[in-house]
């Protein structure tokens, strides 16, 4: 995914809910110093069964979200 800026995470609960980012057994490549960042109604979450890696960026990455991660 290339972005130069946070990525926005928005689940109010309402219908559809969205905003839910949820990845299989692949790979989710942090590629610079941007933060996950949330619009915090309190639903938001990032939930990864694979490899979370960054390797990008001589900063920090920040995720202000629940994060959940089976990691295989």
Partial sequence: MGRSGPIYVYNN????????????RG???IQNDQGLACACYGYEFFSNAGTVRKSAGTGTTTIS???YNAGW
């Fill in 13 to 24: 609960n309402g219908a559809p809910t969205g905003g839910d980012l949820q990845f299989g």
């Fill in 65 to 67: 979200v629940p994060f």
């Fill in 27 to 29: 790979l989710f490549d």
